[in-house]
């Protein structure tokens, strides 16, 4: 019989369950215990940032998966890949993703809801 203990992360009102074997639980655990994290989150999401930094293409692979859905803008992707405009034009060239061009009205539209929400 396996056990499995789960951490659950709430991440903006969006929920990840992580189903961990009970060796690896503990570990998590003994790390909270000893002080190094605060919580099992803080656990996740350093762990996460290190895997990122490990793995730098997989800052890419995000970048394009949010540009693709337009959560973010291109500039913003560029910034996250952490590759050139060039470079990262070049990707989405590759993977297939149209790039999308913001009227100028879209963009008056956004600055002024954030002067809205900021003041």
Do not use: C
């Amino acid at each position: 019989m396996t056990i499995s203990y789960y951490i659950i992360i709430n991440i903006t009102s969006k929920k990840a369950t992580i189903s961990l074997p009970p060796a690896e639980f503990e570990k998590v655990i003994g790390l909270i215990e000893e002080g190094k994290f605060t919580s099992r989150s803080d656990v996740f999401r350093t762990s996460f940032r290190l895997m990122l930094e490990e793995k730098p293409e997989y800052k890419i692979d995000v970048a394009v998966y949010l540009y693709r859905k337009g959560e973010i803008s291109i500039g913003r992707a560029v910034e996250m890949s952490g590759v050139s405009r060039e470079e990262f034009n070049e990707i989405l060239e590759r993977r297939g993703v149209k790039k999308t061009v913001e009227k100028k009205e879209d963009e008056e539209e956004k600055v002024d809801e954030l002067r809205k929400n900021v003041g």
